[in-house]
C-alpha cells in the first residue's frame, strides 16, 4: 500500500476507516504465518471497498463487481450532505468524486479504469475482450460514455462546475435533452448486433451504459426512442446482479 | 475487418480512401501466398493510419505511435475547413473528433482507448505497466485528462457543444483558467515521485500530459506555476519522437 496514502487515511478519525486501516496492517506473528495462504487469500477478497452514492456512475462499478463475483464492502456517500467534500473523502479521493475502489494496493478513481480493473482482476467472468482490439473497442465505448455522454448529462445538474454565474448554469440546462438524444442516437446505432454492447459476450459496457441510460428521463429524453437501448436497459433490469445492487442504491 | 466498415469506406470517392482500401484488401495468388509471412508481416505494420489535426488530443496518441516503433501512416485533417464533418471521415468516425486510429480489425476512437491500444500492440517498447492495478492507475489517470481536463479546456474554444447561445458560451470561457489550474494542482500534487507520470517508466500517460499541458497558454494559465509538470513538459521537449511529431503536426 502506497505509503502516503496510509498515512492520509491515517489522519482520518471516521470510525469507518478503522476497518479500512485494520485490513491493510499486515498480520504479524508466527500463528498469522502459519496460516499465510488462507489468510492472503481473504485478505485479497475483503481489499475491495467501492465508495459509492446513489445517482451516480458508481452504479456501474457496483455492477461489475457484482457480476464479477468478487467479495467486496461498500461505503454510501450522501452527496446531498457533501460527504464527498469531507476531510475523510477527500484522503481517499482529491478529486471529491465516485465511485473509488480501495484495493490493496491504493486507491483507483475514474469509471472507466476501475470496471477494466474489475474485468481484468475477475477473468472468468469474461466481463470484457481480453485481446487488444477488443479490448480498445470496449474502452472506447466506456470513453465515450465518461468524457462525452456523462458530461453532457452534467450540464443539467452541475452546470457550477463551468460557470459561477446561476444564469449562465441555468441556460446550460437546455441543450442537455438535445445533446443526450445525439449521444443515444450514435450509440443506438452501434447496438444493432446485440443483444449486449460488445455484441454476444456480456461485459463491463453493459452495466456502464444501463447506469447512464437510467439518467435520460430525468434529462428530458425517452429512452423508448432508441428501440435497442430500451432493449438493452429491460434486458439489464431481469439480471439479478442488477436488481440486487438496486436494491441497494434505492434503500 | 467489419464489413459495414468496408463499405463505408468504399461509398468514399476521397483520393487517399483508395490507399487504404488497396491495403484493405487480401493479397491473392499464387505469389501472395508464397511470400505470406514477409506479406503479413508488413501487412499488419502499413495496417495503422491515424487521423490528426493539429492542436488536438490526436498528438497524445501520435507521439504514443513514435516512440512504440510502429510503422503507421497518417492523414491530416484541417478542422479550420471542417474536414472532420467530410462524409469521407464520418464514415471513420461518426463522431466527427480526432483521433481516430485505423487498424486491420476496424476503426477505434477515443484517446485513452487508442492511447491502451497502442501500449497493448508493441509490449516492448514498456509504454504501460501490464498488471492490473498499475495499467489501471494509468488508464485513470488518462480518463482524467479526456473526461475533466479536456472537458474544462474545451469550455473555452468549443462551448457551443453545450448551448446554442453565444453569448452563454462566451460566459463559459470566464472559469477556463481557474478549472485548468485547479486540475493541474491535483495532477502536480501526483507528479511528485517523476520523472514520468507513472514514475520510473516512460508511458502514453506522458504523451497525453504534455499534449493537455500545451493547451494551458491559451487557455490563460502559466505552467511555471506547475513545478514538476512544467520540468516534466522540457523533459518531453527533449525527446527525438516529441521533436519529429511535433515538426510534423507544425509544418
Redesign the interface.
Known amino acids: 500500500m502506497d505509503p502516503s496514502l496510509r498515512g492520509r487515511l491515517a489522519a482520518c478519525n471516521a470510525p469507518w476507516m478503522e476497518g479500512i486501516l485494520r485490513r491493510f496492517t499486515p498480520a504479524t506473528g508466527a500463528a498469522s504465518r502459519l496460516c499465510l495462504p488462507h489468510h492472503l487469500a481473504e485478505f485479497d477478497q475483503t481489499m475491495l471497498t467501492l465508495y459509492f452514492a446513489p445517482n451516480t456512475a458508481a452504479l456501474a462499478v457496483h455492477i461489475a463487481l457484482q457480476e464479477s463475483g468478487a467479495i467486496y464492502n461498500t461505503v454510501r456517500l450522501n452527496f446531498a450532505s457533501n460527504d464527498q467534500k469531507a476531510p475523510q473523502y477527500l484522503a481517499i479521493n482529491?478529486?471529491a468524486r465516485v465511485p473509488a475502489l480501495l484495493?490493496e494496493?491504493?486507491v483507483?478513481?475514474?469509471?472507466?479504469?476501475?470496471l477494466?480493473?474489475v474485468a481484468?482482476?475477475f477473468p472468468a467472468a469474461n466481463l470484457a475482450p481480453n485481446e487488444?482490439?477488443g479490448?480498445?473497442?470496449a474502452?472506447?465505448f466506456n470513453?465515450?460514455l465518461?468524457?462525452?455522454v456523462?458530461?453532457?448529462h452534467a450540464?443539467r445538474v452541475r452546470g457550477a462546475?463551468?460557470?459561477?454565474?446561476p444564469e449562465?448554469a441555468q441556460?446550460?440546462t437546455?441543450?442537455v435533452a438535445q445533446?443526450m438524444a445525439d449521444c443515444f442516437a450514435?450509440i443506438e446505432?452501434d447496438m444493432r448486433t446485440g443483444p449486449w454492447v460488445m455484441g454476444a459476450s456480456y461485459s463491463i459496457c453493459d452495466a456502464y451504459l444501463f447506469t447512464v441510460a437510467g439518467w435520460l428521463e430525468g434529462d428530458g429524453v425517452d429512452i423508448a426512442g432508441f428501440p435497442a437501448v430500451h432493449a438493452h436497459h429491460q434486458r439489464m433490469l431481469a439480471r439479478p446482479a442488477v436488481q440486487t445492487v438496486l436494491a441497494l442504491h434505492r434503500a
Open positions: 482529491p478529486k484495493t494496493q491504493g483507483l478513481t475514474e469509471t472507466p479504469a476501475i477494466a480493473y481484468q482482476c487488444p482490439f479490448f480498445a473497442r474502452q472506447a470513453n465515450y465518461c468524457a462525452t456523462h458530461v453532457a450540464h462546475r463551468w460557470t459561477d454565474e449562465v441556460a446550460l437546455k441543450k445533446n450514435l446505432r
